[in-house]
C-alpha cells in the first residue's frame, strides 16, 4: 500500500496545486516517520503564500524531533533554502520537500531534479479546488511523471457524502489520464470510507490551523 511505502523512502516529494492538501500529508508523513526513530528533515519550499504553511506547524514537528528548513520570503520574492543538497544525498536521513502550489513555487525544486531521480514524487489533488495547472507545474519542477492522490477535503466539516462525491469526481478527472494510487480522509470519516472505496485510504489529522481573518 502507498503509505507503507512512502515510511520506508528517504526523499519524499509532494507536489500540488494550493489549497490541495499536500502541506497536511507532508506533515502528517514527517511526524509519522519521526515516531519511527527517523532522522527526518522537513523543507518548506512553498512561496506562494497560501493561507496555511506547513512552516505553521514548526513547533510541533520540532517537538517530535523533525528538523524544519524554511526561507523567510520579503517583498514576494521567491528565495531558496540552503543545506538541501547533502541532505538528499544522505541515505540516513529521511528528507520531506513541500513544494510551491504552483508552476513559480515548483521552478524552485528544478535545479535539484537530477538528485531526485529516485525520490517517491506524490501529486495531490483537491477534486473541489482543480483546476489543471498540472502540466505547468510538472514542467516547472523537471522531476519525473509523479504519484497521484486524491485529498477531497472540505475542512473540518466535511461530511462522508461530499468525501464520496469527491473520490467520484477525482476518479472522473484523473483516471482517463493516470493511475489513483491512494486518497487521504480525515480520520473521523476513516472507517465508515474505507467500506465505501476500493482506493487505499490514510486517515489525517489535522496538524496546521488556519489563520484568523486579517492574519499573517
Request: net charge negative.
Amino acid at each position: 500500500m502507498a503509505w507503507e511505502e512512502l515510511l520506508r523512502q528517504n526523499n519524499i516529494v509532494f507536489l500540488g496545486e494550493a489549497g490541495c492538501g499536500k502541506s497536511e500529508l507532508a506533515v502528517h508523513l514527517a511526524l509519522e516517520l519521526a515516531r519511527q526513530g527517523r532522522e527526518v528533515h522537513f523543507f518548506d519550499l512553498d512561496q506562494t503564500k497560501p493561507l496555511m504553511r506547513s512552516r505553521d506547524a514548526e513547533g510541533l514537528l520540532e517537538k517530535a524531533g523533525v528538523t524544519v528548513h524554511f526561507q523567510q520570503q520579503y517583498a514576494d520574492a521567491p528565495t531558496q533554502v540552503g543545506g538541501l543538497i547533502p541532505l538528499l544525498l544522505d541515505e540516513k536521513k529521511a528528507v520531506i520537500l513541500d513544494v510551491g502550489g504552483n508552476d513559480t513555487g515548483a521552478k524552485l525544486i528544478g535545479g535539484y531534479a537530477h538528485l531526485l531521480k529516485a525520490a517517491d514524487v506524490w501529486f495531490v489533488v483537491n477534486p473541489g479546488d482543480f483546476d489543471g495547472t498540472l502540466s505547468a507545474i510538472l514542467r516547472a519542477s523537471r522531476l519525473k511523471m509523479p504519484r497521484f492522490l486524491l485529498n477531497p477535503n472540505l475542512g473540518g466539516g466535511t461530511t462522508l457524502e461530499e468525501y464520496l462525491f469527491g473520490i467520484k469526481l477525482g476518479l472522473e478527472l484523473l483516471s482517463p489520464y493516470v493511475a489513483v494510487e491512494a486518497a487521504a480522509v480525515p480520520a473521523p470519516l476513516y472507517e465508515q470510507a474505507k467500506a465505501e472505496t476500493a482506493l487505499p485510504l490514510i486517515p489525517i489529522t489535522s496538524h496546521i490551523s488556519v489563520p484568523e481573518a486579517g492574519l499573517e
